[in-house]
């Protein structure tokens, strides 16, 4: 199972925390003002929106909220115009990133993800210096203890997932963009609930990372994930399940 992969279960994990799901639900607030002024606040007809209402969902932010959120991005010219910027560059051992934010200021934005960088080992670099390692990809994560391997692999077959990876604890379904959706309604509706989903951006090469290396890669990406305006974080590390966990 990729880096990411893993990383994502162990968010999903501490995001139940009070602190942590109030600046998830802070990201999530902006994902779907961005998406609503993108492509309009029905979300029938606005996958991006549907998607970002899911993940609202996912991390049981009331309804009052995010329906707040769509009423008010809908509004039209209240609130500060916002930006979607990505910035790519380099942290220790060579690990490739990605960072995707929303941004109501990017002169702001893109000082303080340089200062991260800087700060935590790491270097920012020019568009296309590590974007071309990366693809979009639709990621399902499902708890092994919770279901059934065999039959949630062929569901997920026949639902039209692209590949099924495993470890010990999870198993990971992913898909084509297209067919993201698809795929997570027909498992959702034989009673597969996964414990994180996302279009994630994946890398067709890792970078294996170990000992002190890895702790610093560990802190640059969840100082990134930190920064309000950020709201995804994707690596090319291939960290030990083990010390994932314990820095975490």
Known sequence: MSGHSKWSTIKHKKGKTDAQRGKIFTKIIREITSAVRAGGPDINANPRLRLAVDKARDS???????????????????????EEVTYEG??????????????????????????????????????????YIFTRKGHLTFDKKNNNEETLTMAAIDAGAEDIKTDDGTIEVVTTPENFEKVKNELKKQGFQSVASELALVPS????????????VIKLVETLEDNDDVQNVYANFDIPDEILEQNS
């Open 60 to 82: 049981n932010m009331p309804s009052d909220n995010y329906e707040r959120a769509i009423l008010k991005a809908s509004g039209g010219a209240d609130g500060a115009a916002l």
């Open 90 to 131: 380099y942290g220790p051992a060579g690990v490739a990133l990605m960072v995707e934010a929303i941004t109501d200021n990017k002169q702001r934005t893109v000082s303080d993800v340089r200062n991260i960088f800087s700060k935590n080992g790491g270097n920012m670099g020019s568009t296309g210096c590590v974007s």
């Open 205 to 216: 090469t890792t970078v294996t990372v170990t000992g002190e290396d890895a702790k610093k």
